[in-house]
């Protein structure tokens, strides 16, 4: 074997235990709601906080719920982060910047070009300019619009992963979750608990990225997009430092191979306290490609070794972000009774590394959508066509084809990229086409290997997970689903897949130790499935 095609040995999505007439048998409790949203992060907050606040003014009670599946708000949240304010300011009128949950404001940036042994200080390109925003921890600002939707009257339920889509012939009619407290085998043990159902008029989709239920739905309604959404794997670090870092830095080139497209980002969060993370597209060629392992790579440069020197790793996480942009959009993002928001439906702009405005705002026009569905019957397309008139499209379309020039290797791909900032998009005439990352193959190639899951620098896999916080109980049965007969060739690709050590390559296949999982998603997208496994499994991230 001299190289892989992932696509080979993935298993098909099970969307005949996703999709679940409602009233089919097999749940505890039943509960119903006016709408409900599955996912309590940036755009799933947003919109529980629009829609509470519509409802006040309106003198209407809605019965809103929100089902997260950490155990509590933020522990499963992690982005860079660089938050652009705007969708703060709408959604927060009477607030002041300086009352939102940021850390610190951009004072001043730098981009360079690295080799292993130099770097070189690059313009910075007009989409990563990030003057008038601000620094911020995604689980803080998840814990802070959690905090507001409670104070509004919303109910969040911690610990509740959605596991199942209930429906009504073509209808979403709410979610099953997964039930708690099974044995290794699947059978449930005295003190666990069944599904429930959870019915609503509307069910908002807010599961981030790679969301289930949203790709469930989209397969089930065929809903296409122009390109299939494409993925990259962020692995992040956190460091307490003692040397103060005054300014956002954002590397390009080493150590990520030529024929990969990422970057690095390193984001003072206080002066000695500083957010370092790797991205890499999960189009890579490479199987032995490991971003963990580049990531610890990294840290050797001296650009950074001058910066950590002394410092301690704090806390670690990783997931994966949609990359595909304007033409990996669903062709809607509304159905009967369902709407797509913020990751879950592909609202990134790659070229800038933002989503959070775009997913709370895509948050505010979904509620602004419900609300008039409710009231009086308004199409929930209303929802699609806000968007499409909104900032979020044209974010989108200004960097259509960005990330997808870069599919034939960073300096051609470079080179496209300024074309299209200087043409304001125009160039060029038309769109680039893209395979699913699955269906890139990947070449087995032992000479050549960048970043392989031997390099024995920086953190081990193992510890870091511990520094993720991860207490899954050990206990609990597999929630991911692996082709019948790997090839060991392909055990070793999900080896360097995954950035938390869940897949060995062993004589005569896989071995998964499931409990280490962190959701990051990248195996769902290159090899085995993920499905949600009881509540509060997972990390416990506080400051990613
Ligand atoms: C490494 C990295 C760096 C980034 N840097 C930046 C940046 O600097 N600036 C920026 O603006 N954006 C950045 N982003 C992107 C940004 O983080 C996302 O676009 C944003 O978080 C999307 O918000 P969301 O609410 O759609 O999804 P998420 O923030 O992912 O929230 C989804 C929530 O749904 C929950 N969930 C998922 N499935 C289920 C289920 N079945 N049942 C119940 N709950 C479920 C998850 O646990 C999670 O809490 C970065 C992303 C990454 C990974
Ligand atoms: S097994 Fe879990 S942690 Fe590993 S890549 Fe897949 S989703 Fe991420």
Redesign the pocket.
Known sequence: MDKIVPAQYQPPLPLDTLIVQDGAEGSGDRMELDVLI?????????CAIELARLAKADRTELNIGV????EA????????????PRAFRELFPDLKDSDFPFRAPVAKEAVYLLTAERRWRLPTPPTMHNRGYYIAS?CEV?RWLGAKAEALGVNVFTG????QLLVRDAAVAG?R??PAGLDRDGKPTPGGTAPNDLVAKVTAL????R???AQAWCQWQRVPSENPQIF?L???ELWETQQPLDRVIHTLGWPIPSDAFGGS?V?PLEPNLVAL?L?VGLDYRDAALDVHVLLQRLKQHRLLRALLAGGEMVEWG?????EGGFYSLPERRSGAGVVL?????G??DVP?????????H??IYAARAIFQNLKNGAALSAYDRLVDASYIARDLYRTRNMRLAFRDGFYLGGIQAALMTLTGGRFPNGKYRMHADVEVARRLSPGLRPGSAETPVGVSKVDAVFKSGNSTRDTIPSHLIPAKDVPVEVARFYSHVCPAGVYEAIDGGLRINAPNCV?CKATDVLGPRWT?REGGS?PKYKRM
Do not use: R
């Open positions: 599955v996912g309590a992060g940036p755009a799933g907050l947003a089902l997260e599946k950490a708000l933020g522990e499963h949240s992690l982005s860079g982060a660089v938050v652009n995604l998840v509740f992963p959605a596991a979610v979750t997964a807010a599961e981030g990225t969301g289930l239920l990259a962020g692995v992040k980002f984001y993370g991205v990783a997931k994966t972000i949609p928001l913020g990751d879950a439906a609202f990134v800038s590394l933002k989503g959070i405005h775009y997913a709370m895509s948050g959701d949600p997972g």
